[in-house]
């Protein structure tokens, strides 16, 4: 596993990057790139944050539950409490579990999941459809599981 931090100009292009993949509205000032086995993970000020994951930048769940996941410009999806033990589990998000949609987004955008009473999230997915498709549909997959409670990024960082 190698771990370095990102050079000021490195860190203002992951800025630009994050901005543009997943809406994120800043980056901290303390960046640093842990490479382990062809995955690399971003951990901002000292805590994971997110990982590239085939692609995809997946914001970690840890760092979300400690800066509450809210004003970071990610759009959120929220799901009704029967909807949160199959998400919790790794399933995908299906359009009767959920309650609102916060933010626009077009199809493919990262997305969080969260549940309804305290806006806990509980998922990072990638939908399928855009926000206003997703609002419009009464059944079926609306987005896929990349990060979930439990799975192998909870367990590992």
């Keep these: 596993m190698k771990r370095h931090r990102l050079s000021k100009k490195d860190r203002n292009t992951l800025e630009e990057l994050l901005s543009e993949k997943l809406g994120l509205s800043s980056v901290p000032e303390t960046v640093e790139l842990m490479e ?3 995955k690399k993970c971003y951990i901002f000020d000292g805590v994971p944050a997110i990982c590239e994951v085939n692609g995809e930048f997946v914001p970690l769940l840890k760092w979300l539950l400690k800066h ?3 004003n970071l410009g990610i759009p959120r999806i929220i799901v009704n409490k029967g909807a949160v033990k199959p998400i919790s589990g790794g399933a995908d998000l299906m359009a ?3 309650v609102s949609i916060e933010g626009t987004f077009p199809k493919g955008s ?3 999941v969260a549940e309804e009473e305290r806006k806990i999230p509980l998922a990072i997915m990638k939908a399928i459809f855009s926000s206003d498709e997703i609002k419009e549909m009464k059944r079926g997959k609306v987005a896929e599981s990349l990060h979930h409670v439990g799975d192998k ?4 960082l």
């Design 36 to 38: 382990d086995e062809g």
């Design 110 to 112: 990262i997305v969080i």
């Design 68 to 70: 509450g996941g809210e």
């Design 96 to 98: 009767p579990g959920i």
């Design 153 to 156: 990024l909870w367990k590992e």
